[in-house]
């Protein structure tokens, strides 16, 4: 078990030094110089004030020694300088983040209890129309468009109804509202993996015997069912975590809250490397954070993935809903 969680910790590494690696390349093969995109006014290629600015900013230095440079700081802790207004960029990011906090973390809660009462609906009325009903819903909720929905809540909630402050992150309503919005196209995939792996865990066996003996749904369910679908369920949300990161972004630009979306947003229009490069890293290392906290989750619920073989039990007892109760 140890040697598995040591080797996922060495493959989250590897990815973020290959993110690092990938957005550097990418920022600086742009036919952009953003000294001058940003400093236009006050420094002109060649000026006095444009070799202070680059020799600031590291710019001067051949490709490879920026790489090096930047990687080192990076292990650091150091992210680099704003461009805008010269404060750290891992202080930009910790300044905007606790709004984007709250915005993600409660659409993340809505998502899985929508996600949890169509599951519990469906396993209740197993065999009737409301399966079919619960699991027509996600591919339509999936395939609404996060801007979509949140222009609909603004236009009636807050210019019909008056709920709340159409624009802005002032109070609760309008906290709510953003997340609503954004938990209804989150919330399709986690409902369609819980949904399907409640299928897989009613069609065994055991559920049959267990019924015969006279046990209820909810106690075959609470006793049984949950351990059975945890793992596929924990693992579609931490893929779904991606998802919302980036849809985090287009939700703040919407309801004009600000946070890390309007950061990035500002960062991109005006040429704002460092920021750029730091809220991509930034989101990287929570994305594989999360990964590696589910591949923990997975350890600890089902014993036979801390066998030796650990790896390829996991990837054989996902599917099998109905031997995780064994």
Request: net charge neutral; glycine share 8%; charged share 10%.
């Amino acid at each position: 078990m140890i040697r598995y969680i040591l080797s996922r910790i060495a493959q989250s590494i590897l990815v973020i030094f290959l993110t690092y690696t990938f957005v550097f390349v990418l920022l600086n093969v742009l036919p952009s110089d953003p000294i001058s995109l940003r400093f236009s006014e006050i420094a002109t290629p060649g000026s006095e004030d444009y070799e202070r600015l680059s020799s600031y900013y590291g710019y001067d230095q051949p490709l490879w020694v920026q790489y090096f440079t930047q990687l080192g700081q990076l292990v650091l802790g150091n992210l680099g300088y704003s461009l805008e207004n010269g404060a750290p960029v891992l202080e930009r990011i910790t300044g905007a983040l606790p709004s984007t906090i709250a915005l993600t973390g409660l659409t993340l809660v809505i998502a899985v209890i929508a996600a949890l009462l169509a599951g519990l609906l469906a396993f209740s009325r197993w065999g009737t129309w409301v399966v079919t009903l619960v699991r027509s819903i996600p591919p339509i909720t999936s395939a609404l468009p996060v801007y979509w929905t949140g222009i609909v809540f603004i236009q009636v909630g807050s210019y019909q109804l008056g709920l709340f402050a159409a624009l802005g992150t002032d109070g609760f309503p309008a906290l709510l509202a953003a997340s609503i919005s954004l938990a209804i196209p989150i919330s399709a995939a986690i409902t369609q993996a819980f949904v399907s792996s409640i299928g897989e865990f009613v069609s065994s066996p055991f559920v049959e015997v267990a019924t015969a003996r006279g046990a209820s749904n909810l106690d075959i369910f609470t006793r049984y069912g949950i351990r059975a679908v945890a793992i596929p369920t924990l693992t579609v949300i931490a893929i779904t975590f991606g998802t919302l990161m980036t849809s985090t972004i287009v939700t703040e630009t919407v309801f004009a809250r600000s946070g890390v979306g309007s950061l990035v947003q500002r960062a991109v229009l005006s040429q704002d490397i460092p920021v750029v490069q730091g809220i991509v890293l930034f989101a990287a290392v929570l994305f594989i954070t999360v990964n590696l906290l589910v591949d923990l989750a997975a350890l600890a619920i089902d014993p036979r993935l801390r066998a030796p073989a650990g790896r390829r039990a996991r990837k054989a007892a996902v599917p099998t809903v109905a031997e995780a109760i064994a």
